[in-house]
């Protein structure tokens, strides 16, 4: 009987990551979750029972990257599915903002994104496949455009979605497919004010909504792979 294929998600907070989580082991993935502290996860990994294995990383720290992915390869085999959902993000005007919030911002939404994806290229490539994997990377609208009082969110978002363009180029050709996904649009449960039940049913993503695009981009054929999607109620304007 093969073995499950193992997923891995970097940023499984409350909102998108979990859903993510729920969404690769209901489709009998073995899934890895990650955050800086592990013990948030303990309530998602008690709900998803033996699929779900947590870790502890802190996604600017190479060395810390290297060691998740080290031993997700060893407990539970190399990935072939590959989320990068962490991010940081300081509301300030630009006069306000220090140096440390500035590059706090940009290691864990851009650094973060390139280590990330550059040790599971490292270990999808030795994979004996012709598909050998999906990495995706989480956008925002403010991958697209800066906003007003938003440069500490669009700075890392920009770089991250430049990162994922020269990834994909790079290594769609050797087998990884490589997207992005622009999430336009406020995910429900991730902050305060953004649940369903204050903004109304349509007015936020469903976080299992996004969960799925992101499974359905893991199951596209080697012959019509998406790079970039964008995602939005329908209420949004753009």
């Not at 769609?172 to 406020?186: C, Y």
């Not at 902050?191 to 199951?219: C, F, M």
Request: net charge positive.
């Amino acid at each position: 009987m093969p073995r499950p294929e193992v997923a891995i998600v970097i940023g499984a907070g409350p909102g998108l990551g979990s859903a993510l989580a729920r969404r690769f082991a209901r489709a009998g993935m073995q899934v890895a979750v990650a955050r800086r502290n592990a013990d948030k996860l303990a309530t998602l990994t008690r709900e998803l029972g033996g699929n779900a294995h947590a870790y502890a990383c802190d996604a600017t720290d190479e060395s810390a990257v290297r060691q998740l992915f080290a031993s997700v390869a060893a407990n539970l085999g190399v990935p072939t599915l590959a989320v990068f959902n962490a991010g940081a993000f300081v509301r300030k005007g630009v006069l306000d903002t220090s140096v440390e919030e500035f590059e706090r911002c940009w290691r864990v939404a851009c650094l973060g994104g390139f280590l990330v994806g550059r040790e599971a290229a490292r270990a999808m490539l030795a994979r004996n496949a012709e598909h050998k994997g999906t990495l995706i990377f989480t956008g925002a609208t403010a991958s697209l455009r800066g906003g007003a009082q938003f440069h500490n969110l669009a700075v890392g978002k920009f770089g991250l979605r430049a990162l994922a363009q020269s990834m994909a180029r790079e290594f769609q050709p050797q087998g990884i497919h490589v997207a992005h996904v622009v999430i336009d649009g406020q995910i429900a449960g991730e902050r305060a004010g953004h649940s369903i039940a204050e903004r109304g049913k349509n007015a936020v993503i469903d976080p299992a909504a996004i969960a799925e695009t992101y499974y359905q981009l893991h199951l596209q054929p080697r012959s019509a792979w998406s790079f970039e999607v964008d995602l939005r109620p329908y209420v949004e304007k753009f």
